[in-house]
C-alpha cells in the first residue's frame, strides 16, 4: 500500500479477504526498522507465479516453458541469496494467505533451504539443484484433496495414508517429465523421511537420505508450523526453534540443523516482546548468532504506559544482560 493511505474498514475487509492477516506500518515510533526479504520482491513474486500456474493442474503442469522460467527463478533466488547481507531479517509471515499456501510454501521452503545450502559451503550447480529441488518438492500434493490437504484437526489413518502419497507421486511425475535431473526428483520423494528413520516413505536414515532432503526437510516443517493453516495459527519462530532443539532434534541432520538455527532469528524484525523488567517494544536489530539479545524499541514503560514518539529508545539487550524477553505476545 502506498504511504499515507488510511487504512479503512474497508481496506481492512479487502486484506481480511485474501488472508492478509498483519501488515507493516511505518510510523514515527517504528522509524529505523525495516523489514527486509531475503530475496528480491521480483524474484519472489516470479518465482510465486511460475509454482502458482505448476500447481494449478492435476497433474502438474510441468510444461518446459514452465521448467525453464522456473531453473531461471532458480538463479535469481541463489544470485539474491549469495548477496543477503547478514543483517536482514527473514520475512517468511509477510503476506501469506491461506489460499495460495501450497505455492507459497514451495517458495518459502526453497528459499531457507538454499539459505542452509550457502552457509554449508555448495557451489554454484549444487545451490541451483537443491532451489530446483525443493521449489518442486510438494508437485505430488496436486493429487491430494482439498478436504484432506485442509482439515481441520488431526487426519484418519485412511486420509493420513493418502496424504504420504504425495511424495512418491511428486517423483513419479517428475521422473515421467524427465524434469531436471534425478537429484531434484530425489527431493520430492524423500522430503519427508526422518534422520532417525522414522519418516516416510521408505524409512530411510542418516546419509541413506540425500543431503537435499535433509535440508529440505528442516526448511518444510519450520515453514509449516510457522504459517497460518485453515486449522492454526502460525507458531512464532522462536517456539519452532525450541521444538527443533529438544523434542524434534532426532528427526533432522545435526549439520544442517545447527547451520539453520545459526541464520535464523527468534524474533523476527518489528515483532512484539515484553522485557523482564516489564517494558515493552519491538524488535529493532537481531545480531547473527546471538539471537536471544537484540536491540528493542521500548515503546511502553513498566508500568503499561505508552512512550510518545520521543521518549521511545532502544535498548541493547547484548548489553543489558540481567533483561532478557520474557513473551512476545501481541501487545497492540
Ligand atoms: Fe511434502
Redesign the pocket.
Known sequence: MRQGIKLTNEYLTALNKHGVKWVYIEDAVSEGIEAYDVIYEDTRVMANAIMAEILATNPPDLSWKNLIQLHNCAQFIVADIKQYRPRVTIELWNLKTLKDYLFLHSVNVAVISVLIGWRMGFNNQELEDITMGVLL??V??VTISEEIHNKPGRLTEEEFAEMRK??RR?FDFLKERGAYNPTVWSV?HQ??EAYDGSGYPNHRQGSDIHLYSRIAAIA?VFDALTSDRPYKSGWAFHKVLNLFNNGMRTKFDPKALSTFIDLIPLYPLGTAVKLSNGEMGMIKENYEGNYHRPIVRIIIDANGNPLDEKSCYDLDLSKETDIKIIDNTPIW
Open positions: 518438492h510438494d505430488g500434493k504425495h511424495s511428486g520430492a522430503h519427508h518444510d
